[in-house]
């Protein structure tokens, strides 16, 4: 079989199911923290069969002469406070098979791991074995599992996507219920100060891992997230956490962030902002980015999306020296970061306003003025001359600029130059 074939046969067998919550985040070290966390789906290039001998290869087969690796989402009774409601359990069963797609081959019955109440409806995790060949080394995929939530007042099912069960992997065990921020909704409104939505609620279901919860953070010295963690402690095996909406948080399980069961795409969390890449009179130095520097990407938390640009702006000063200024947009936060003498970011501190559109930074040495905005074409005034007009929307600027007006939705703003 040429390898033309194993990709087609691997395709159509895997076509439905999503690979575990941080696989590749696992085999492959480095890469950005919430690109690579996304849950991509197997057909996307094969990404487990593509990631080496070290991650293995997806097993095809009836799984003959392999002993089918134990787990409590397969094995174990059900918890939860609708453990014993036969009727729920059997329309979650049902709901679960019912959005299984018939390419997806399972093996036995499904298993209700836990079923709860929310204070929007009912919830319910389920787990069905599918066929497994007999490995040759590497992790055995054993297994399908998802969240099936049942709103209050309403008929309809919503089924998680199915995620692959793994050996030596962890499956979502976490769930954001009740309704989600719509992004769109969100460029009309003042998101931050509208109050009227209602809150989520996080289903947590204890899967034997240590877990912790954060619902609020601070930015440290050197600009890095450090979130306020405290132990979840879990009754009748699950614990839930209100979260206003929308909000930031973080749940981390054996030391990793965990991953929401939730359907993909029915939460605007945790989108990357809009970011933009500009060079000035220079390149820099493309390899000088926080982005790569382990401690300053949030690896814990979720984020509701904001509105503000991510920047990267490179350049070169007068005096020939390579600069970088970046922000790092997380939810309300954006931290700024200055790359001029040395490989290790220095941190300038958080940006003020949380809907700001502009920034402006001066660099050390009389270097001038770095600025920046969402909209090309801004203006400036220099110690005794007129408003200069600047059709782009980032510069460097001379040391002696006093003002700058820059167009911020339908007004044009006043920023005053730092000092």
Not at 9 to 19: D, I, K, P, S
Not at 220 to 228: K, M, N, Q
Not at 296 to 304: I, L, P, R, T, V
Not at 390 to 401: F, Q
């Amino acid at each position: 079989m040429t390898d033309l074939e194993v990709h087609e046969v691997l395709n159509r067998a895997t076509a439905e199911l999503n690979a575990p919550a941080d696989l590749l985040d696992r085999v492959t070290a480095g890469g950005r923290r919430r690109v690579i966390r996304r849950r991509a789906l197997l057909t996307a290039g094969l990404a487990v069969a593509g990631a080496g001998a070290t991650a293995g290869v997806l097993r095809l087969g009836g799984g003959s002469g392999v002993t089918p690796p134990a787990n409590d989402r397969l094995d174990a009774p059900t918890r939860g406070d609708l453990a014993t409601d036969a009727v729920f359990l059997d329309a979650a069963i049902n709901a679960w098979r019912s959005a299984l797609p018939a390419s997806v081959r399972t093996v036995g019955e499904p298993n209700v791991a836990w079923a709860g109440t929310t204070p929007a409806g009912r919830l319910a995790l389920v787990a069905q074995r599918i066929p497994l060949d007999d490995p040759p080394g590497g992790p055995v995929h054993y297994g399908v599992t998802g969240f099936v939530e049942l709103r209050d007042g309403a008929s309809q099912w919503t089924v998680g996507g199915p995620e692959t069960m793994v050996t030596g992997w962890d499956n979502a065990n976490a769930f954001l219920v009740g309704e989600a921020v719509d992004p769109a909704f969100q460029k009309f409104v003042k998101q931050w100060s509208d109050a009227s939505r209602s809150p989520q609620t996080l289903i947590v279901v204890d899967d034997g891992r240590p877990t912790r919860f954060a619902s609020r953070y601070t930015v440290d010295r050197a600009g890095r997230i450090v979130w306020s963690f405290e132990d979840v402690a879990f009754r009748e095996g699950s614990a839930t956490r209100p979260i206003s909406n929308p909000a930031s948080f973080a749940l981390v399980a054996g030391g990793r962030r965990v991953e929401l069961g939730n359907p993909k795409g029915s939460l605007p969390l945790d989108e990357l902002p809009s970011s933009r890449e500009v060079g000035l009179g220079g390149s820099g130095d493309e390899r000088r980015d926080v982005r790569n520097i382990p401690g300053y990407e949030d690896m814990s938390g979720y984020h509701h999306p904001s509105l503000t640009t991510a920047w990267r702006i490179a350049g070169v000063t007068p005096d020939n020296r390579a600069f970088v200024l970046q922000t790092m947009v997380d939810d309300r936060t954006i931290r700024l970061f200055r790359f001029l003498d040395g490989e290790q970011p220095e941190f300038l501190g958080v940006v003020p306003e949380r809907r700001q559109s502009a920034f402006a930074t001066r660099l050390p040495d009389g270097q001038g003025i770095v600025f920046a905005s969402k909209r090309s074409r801004f203006r400036y005034r220099r110690l005794n001359g007129g408003w200069i007009t600047n059709p782009d929307a980032a510069a460097l600027l001379p040391p002696d600029t006093l003002e700058i007006r820059y167009q911020d939705g339908a007004n044009e703003v006043l920023l005053p130059v730092p000092t």
